[in-house]
């Protein structure tokens, strides 16, 4: 079992910026895929950017590219997402998740993720 506690969530105003952390509670956290994943309100959750067990792969969401950047400090058990130029639309409670069957690739589909955190709020206001 793998407990996963996001933090850094809160309200910004459209151009601006948060930093999101997931801190998982073993330390072989460095075995697992992480991924972050978003939920609007009416909304499906929806893959936002994933990164493997060693931090070579990432992979985004193309509503995301050049905008967001998922990385990892195994040494600390924690994965970070890193939003930059924040959009009204980006407003979601975000997730983070880590998958532990194939950590060498980055898995897009959240039914793929085996435990998940209990999700932030990120809130951009126009």
């Known amino acids: 079992q793998v407990q996963l506690v996001e933090s850094g969530g809160g309200l910004v105003q459209a151009g601006g910026s948060l930093r999101l952390s997931c801190a998982a509670s073993?330390?072989?956290?460095?075995?697992?895929?992480a991924g972050w994943f978003r939920q609007a309100p009416g909304k499906e959750r929806e893959f936002v950017a994933g990164?493997?067990?060693?931090?070579?792969?990432?992979q985004y969401a193309d509503f995301v590219k050049g905008r967001f950047t998922i990385s990892r400090d195994n040494a600390k058990s924690t994965v970070y997402l890193q939003m930059n130029s924040l959009k009204p639309e980006d407003t979601a409670v975000y997730y983070c998740?880590?998958?532990?069957?194939?950590?060498?690739?980055?898995?897009?589909?959240?039914?793929?993720?085996?435990?998940w955190g209990q999700g932030t709020q990120v809130t951009v206001s126009s």
């Open positions: 998740a880590v998958e532990r069957s194939r950590p060498w690739m980055v898995r897009v589909g959240a039914n793929e993720y085996d435990y």
């Open positions: 073993r330390r072989t956290f460095s075995t697992y895929a």
């Open positions: 990164i493997n067990w060693s931090a070579t792969t990432t």
